[in-house]
């Protein structure tokens, strides 16, 4: 047996924790690469570990997990332990990783202070050098450093590392993620210094303009080094360390404007490199502040993922996460839930991103104990969870980026946040701190809460929320937390289709500066790449691992897909962050900047005016420079325009001037829209009595033919045109299941029978001008349905007029399902067309995919996209690819003929190969069917997205009314 699996006791032999800019500044040898491996079933592994003879092991590659490298699974769970609670131990059966390899100390090295550097051992290690042990740890995603001089020989050395899967500090570290053992982050020998660390104080003053400025440097031991700095970008030599020094004229660092300093170094006749950048974080009347300006964080949480490599990221896959960030507006990240590997913070402080660094803290599966010998309440884990928080802090507390100390994540409370949140606060006073699951926010500077409602935001930031029940008794207690500025750590979870409502939550954000920040659940999808036999790639989530307990399907929430491609909800949260407020109302555009620290004068802008989507004319437009918050009329001077068939709207676009560090000239960082006029409307002849003609068994009402008994629809002209329903069903979207029992609208869609809907015809009407067929379409067992007229009134010899009108009959309110009232999928009719069409152009909200409540980012234009290339492929398989507020829409193939639809107002429409119920059945991608058929669905309305797979209910605005509706569209064939 081992200390590192058994006891509370966090590590054995590490030394004081450091910042990672002093262990930048010393030479390293790289220990990543191939190393011998062994993988046992327990921890006590198939043999002694220091002198074993590896010749017969295999080979695994450092950084990586060995989940990922061939050695059985990744393991997925949200709160679950994988373990029996009985902390601190953990089960024998706990795959073990003995990892072996050899490196040459370099000539010339000082062996005196050599130390090795684990960035990252998941979850906890042992190590030998030439035989000897070291010490031990736990803390997977922290840095362990041991000093290992005189241990080192000149040439050849042995170092070996036995790993556990689940340890003691396994117990600390219940994220909602992928278990993935292994070491996972690089290995490095660094070289003995006189400058063991640095510890950089720079502040900034907004009333003066100065930058305050004091570097502790400490030498081997941990004592203060006589040093001197040097600052040449702002002219600045041979300052002495350890002074306070107020320098004139100091850029500050934001994060959008990442001004940052080269600072060296200079004791005891070496140097060391860091990189600085002047800010103050304070939190002013409940306000919080950088540099005397309110900022509000738009961010999101991210863990580190990559759908091979696990967490194992490399340098490229952090910048183009950053990148990313950058382009899509955003400008904060919550590192959800442990500290990331130390290159993402460097990056942030380049690139310019807000950071709430959280510890690595978790203990959410005592839950399932009644919370009974949680971690944080029994102090005999006190000491483990300060070495786990130093070790953040220390590693990281030079980084400008970092505003913000998050100490863990669902914990609930204790003694032992008492503990860390003192430790915090003496060593790093300049940053407050944040823990959002301790009601009493005793040990937090903020206020937060996960996934409120709007209603609970909006009187949040009214401070008028309800008083949370453990300040009930409290009142002095209460008044501390109200005053508090709010951090809304996680909201608008990106689980399948959605999230919905994120404007309206940043409608709200903006009506008070309580809101500090808000962060997306989450940045990208956690799943691996997997094939099947027949060769089709996946994304495999936790109950595609055959394990119990596993947390499905939740690990797939992202805004990006598991590859890293952007899903339609970043699109929209991009929108919703614009830095630019773009509105146009007639001739005239509204610019307010949203900036809070820059001005607007890296933006140009253009207009462009298009008459039923087709381009009329284009033009630059000069708005003047803003100042943040500031806001400028600026007429338009548009050329005479004739009028014509069709809307004519003007689109307004920002993009950034130059090329930046983050994006190339060009890039699109905000717009708007207005109507300028709605045209002439397209289809001007009335019905045409006369045009209905009944021979036989059709009848024919204009170019369309129906069947005269059942009222089924066959072609248009020469257009196979069949199976035209009333459509109420979707692929139920991750939201639509809710989480569990609640909110989940799905389970009452299926228990109702919306999914088995059966249809009747009554009858059909037939008179000179028109068809009607009456009907009825309704579930089994219930009362209640809908009554339905699907009128057909010919127009011209290519076109018919479908005039829609939808009555709800019985019951429907009458709550036939538990608690839930019943609501609607969607609700219009479907058709089937030839498999030979291929395109969709439309008229309306384009190009990608949009819902009532999340459309924000769609423009209004005419779009043109193949079939295939409608939907979206969700890694589970759920109503996607709507296209919102169409106009008209026009299908087309080749040797075939096309179908126009011109609606009254505006509808959805869908058009894919298979049915909804073929996407409801599939439980992956590649199980979805390809039918020999266009479906075609024409819809009143969609029922709204939401995130209520772990959130609010869809608020009541984007359910579908249970009321009488009629809508019309006229369907033209075409050649
Ligand atoms: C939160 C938690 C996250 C994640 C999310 C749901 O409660 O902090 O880690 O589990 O819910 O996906």
Not at 130 to 145: K, M, Q, V, Y
Not at 500 to 526: K, M, N, P, Q, T
Not at 857 to 862: C, L, P, S
């Amino acid at each position: 047996m081992t200390d590192a699996i058994q006891t509370t006791v966090p590590s054995h032999g590490l030394r004081t924790p450091r910042s990672q800019g002093a262990r930048h500044s010393r030479r390293s040898v790289s220990l990543s690469g191939t190393w011998r491996f062994r993988l046992s079933p327990t921890a006590q592994g198939t043999g002694p570990l220091p002198g074993a003879d590896t010749a017969e092991w295999d080979e695994i590659e450092v950084p990586g997990h060995w989940v990922l490298q061939g050695y059985g699974d990744p393991l997925y769970t949200n709160t679950a332990y994988p373990f029996p609670i009985d902390p601190p131990r953990v089960p024998d059966e706990n795959p073990t990783g003995d990892y072996v390899r050899t490196f040459v100390l370099p000539h010339g090295w000082r062996r005196e202070g050599a130390t090795l550097l684990f960035q990252g051992a998941d979850s906890a290690a042992r190590v030998w050098l030439n035989g000897t042990e070291i010490g031990w740890w736990t803390g997977s995603r922290l840095p362990a450093e041991l000093d290992v001089g005189e241990l080192l020989r000149e040439g050849e050395n042995t170092l070996a590392v036995r790993v556990y899967r689940f340890s003691a500090g396994s117990y600390l570290e219940d994220q909602d993620m992928w278990w993935l053992p292994g070491l996972f982050r690089d290995v490095l020998l660094l070289e003995g210094r006189a400058i063991d660390d640095i510890h950089v104080h720079a502040d900034y003053d907004h009333t003066t303009g100065e930058g305050i400025l004091r570097v502790d440097v400490t030498g081997p031991g941990g004592g203060p080094l006589e040093a001197s700095i040097d600052l040449p970008g702002l002219g600045l030599r041979e300052l002495p360390a350890a002074v306070e020094h107020r320098i004139a004229d100091v850029a500050p660092w934001s994060a959008e404007s990442p001004t940052l300093y080269d600072l060296t170094v200079r004791a005891a006749g070496e140097e060391a490199e860091q990189r600085i950048g002047f800010r103050t974080v304070s939190i002013t009347d409940g306000v919080l502040q950088v540099n005397g300006t309110p900022i509000r964080m738009r961010g999101v949480n991210r863990h580190e993922q990559h759908w091979e490599r696990g967490r194992s990221l490399t340098y490229d896959d952090m910048l183009t996460d950053v990148l990313m960030m950058k382009r899509h507006n955003l400008n904060a990240v919550r590192t959800a839930h442990y500290p990331p590997h130390p290159d993402f913070l460097a990056l942030c402080d380049t690139y310019g991103l807000w950071v709430v660094e959280e510890g690595d803290i978790e203990t959410h599966g005592f839950i399932y104990d009644g919370w009974e010998r949680n971690p944080p309440a029994d102090e005999a884990w006190t000491p483990a969870l300060i070495e786990r928080t130093a070790r953040m802090v220390e590693r990281d507390k030079n980084h400008p980026s970092i505003i913000i100390w998050s100490l863990a994540n669902e914990s609930e409370g204790g003694v032992g946040f008492d503990a860390i949140e003192a430790w915090v606060r003496d060593r790093d006073p300049s940053r407050p701190i944040h823990y959002e699951r301790d009601r009493t926010y005793h040990n937090s500077d903020f206020y937060s809460v996960m996934y409120p409602s709007l209603q609970e935001v909006a009187a949040i930031g009214r401070r008028e929320e309800e008083t949370p029940e453990a300040l009930a008794e409290n009142p002095e207690g209460e008044s501390r937390r109200r005053a508090l500025p709010f951090l809304l750590c996680e909201f608008a979870h990106a689980q399948g289709n959605g999230p919905g409502s994120l404007a309206d939550y940043e409608e709200i954000f903006a009506s008070s500066d309580r809101f500090c920040g808000a962060f997306v659940w989450e940045w990208i999808d956690h799943g691996y790449r997997a094939t099947t036999e027949a060769g089709e790639t996946y994304v495999r989530h936790g109950g595609d691992i055959d394990y119990q307990p596993n947390g499905q399907r939740y690990c797939h929430d992202g805004l990006l897909f598991a590859d890293r491609t952007p899903s339609p909800g970043l699109a929209q949260y991009a929108k919703v962050n614009e830095p630019v407020r773009i509105v146009v109302s007639g001739r005239a555009v509204t610019v307010t900047s949203r900036y809070q620290v820059r001005d607007t004068a890296s933006l140009a802008y253009g207009w462009v005016l298009e008459r039923d989507g087709i381009e009329v004319a284009r033009g630059d437009l000069d708005v003047p420079v803003l100042a943040p918050g500031e806001s400028a009329e600026v007429p338009l001077a548009l050329p005479g325009e004739s009028g014509g068939v069709g809307e004519a709207w003007l689109t307004v676009s920002a993009a950034v001037r130059e090329d930046t560090a983050w994006a190339p000239a060009g890039h699109v960082v905000a717009w708007g829209q207005g109507l300028l006029d709605g045209g002439a409307p397209r289809h001007v002849s009335p019905a045409q009595a006369g045009g209905v003609d009944q021979r036989g068994e059709t009848v024919a009402v204009g170019p369309l033919v129906l069947d005269a008994r059942t009222g089924a629809v066959r072609a248009l002209g020469e257009l196979p045109l069949t199976d035209l329903q009333l459509d109420v069903w979707r692929a139920p979207t991750e939201n639509d299941h809710g989480q569990g029992a609640l909110n989940n609208t799905a389970k009452m869609w299926r228990a109702v029978g919306l999914d088995r809907m059966l249809h009747r015809v009554d009858g059909l009407d037939i008179d000179a001008g028109s068809v009607t067929v009456r009907g009825r379409t309704a579930p089994a067992t219930q009362p209640f349905g809908l009554v339905t007229a699907f009128t057909w009134s010919p127009v011209d010899e290519r076109s018919v007029r479908l005039t829609v009108d939808i009555t709800p009959d019985g019951p429907w309110h009458d709550t036939p399902y538990g608690h839930h009232r019943v609501v609607l999928p969607r609700l219009g009719v479907r058709l089937a067309l030839p498999a030979s069409l291929e395109s969709l152009t439309w008229f309306g909200l384009g190009p990608g995919e949009a819902y009532a409540d999340s459309r924000e980012a769609a423009r209004v234009g005419r779009w043109s996209l193949p079939i295939d290339s409608l939907g979206v492929s969700y890694p589970h398989p759920q109503e996607n690819g709507n296209r919102h507020r169409v106009r008209w829409a026009a299908l087309a193939g080749t040797g075939t003929p096309g179908l126009r639809v011109d609606a009254d107002g505006p509808i959805d429409v869908t058009v894919r190969r298979c049915t909804n119920h073929d996407l409801d059945r599939a439980s992956k991608p590649y199980e979805i069917p390809r039918r020999e058929a266009t479906y075609l669905h024409l819809d009143h309305a969609l029922r709204g997205l939401g995130s209520s797979s772990v959130g609010p209910a869809l608020p009541e605005q984007y359910e579908i009314p249970i009321e009488s509706t009629r809508y019309a569209v006229v369907l033209t064939v075409t050649d």
